[in-house]
């Protein structure tokens, strides 16, 4: 696969990620918006309001400053500058903050189609709040982020769904490649620890700590790993987006019984 095609996918997993998270705010009325979600400090409006941030500054719009105060649920740089977009929305109207998502982003959609990119290390030129990332990393993080939100949006408002959408898949699997460095890093487990992550609707995805503490991803599980974890896709989302708790009886874990828990409890890489 080129760099151009490998990137290519990740703009069609987002474009279908954006239109089915403006599909599900359409469908809200203003209690749904006002309603908090599972992130600390954010309501409905403040989860749509981030996205329109992003996408209009990707889209090409200026950065925006604004004074935030401080809040208690802000605790880094970049939580500060999501902030932004969020406070400078605060008495924008649903509908506008429809419409900027969907207009940022069909903008961005229509550039990238008619010159896609086609080297997956090279910068692009316009990315959010100075962060260096390159092509691969920005549009890999986009339908995750759009995807991860729109999920925050259904938990608040009790309208379950998506789970087998290409962003729900994109984002469940892309997250499972840290398992490695959970295991090794976080953990701390020692060299020749082995780790399988059983997921529903994926093919399994095994690590081993290696002899520099390394989590290295195996081709093929080991007939008996150290620790294996069992869940759902949903289940795993919500451990690895660090969002909230999954649902009694949608984990279960085979082998060493600590080490397993420990993983559970760090597996959130999302912030």
């Given at each position: 696969m080129t760099d151009q095609q490998l990137l290519s996918g990740y703009v ?243 082998g060493d019984q600590e080490l397993g828990r420990r993983v559970l409890d760090?597996?959130?890489?999302t912030p």
């Amino acid at each position: 696969m080129t760099d151009q095609q490998l990137l290519s996918g990740y703009v069609d997993v987002w474009w279908q990620a954006i239109n089915d998270f403006t599909d599900l705010l359409e469908e809200l009325d203003d209690e749904d918006w006002a309603r908090p979600t599972d992130l600390p400090g954010w309501d409905v409006k403040a989860v749509a309001s981030h996205i329109a941030h992003l996408e209009s500054v990707l889209a090409g719009s200026p950065e925006e400053t604004v004074d935030v105060g401080q809040p208690d649920h802000v605790t880094s740089v970049m939580g500060l500058y999501t902030e932004m977009g969020v406070v400078s929305r605060r008495d924008a109207e649903p509908d506008a903050i429809i419409n900027e998502i969907r207009s940022s982003a069909t903008a961005r959609h229509t550039r990238l189609l008619a010159d896609p990119p086609t080297d997956a290390s090279a910068k692009p030129d316009l990315v959010f709040g100075g962060i260096g990332w390159d092509w691969r990393t920005l549009l890999r993080n986009r339908p995750l982020d759009v995807w991860m939100h729109e999920q925050d949006v259904r938990r608040a408002v009790d309208r379950p769904g998506g789970m087998d959408s290409p962003a729900a898949r994109h984002t469940a699997e892309y997250l499972a490649e840290s398992l490695g460095y959970v295991l090794a890093k976080r953990v701390g487990a020692p060299a020749g620890t082995t780790a399988v992550l059983e997921m529903e609707g994926s093919a399994p995805y095994a690590f081993e700590v290696d002899a520099n503490g390394r989590g290295q991803r195996l081709p093929e599980p080991p007939p008996e790993a150290t620790v294996r974890l069992r869940m759902d896709r949903e289940a795993f989302i919500r451990l690895a987006g660090g969002r909230c708790e999954p649902e009694p009886g949608t984990v279960d874990v085979e082998g060493d019984q600590e080490l397993g828990r420990r993983v559970l409890d760090a597996l959130a890489t999302t912030p």
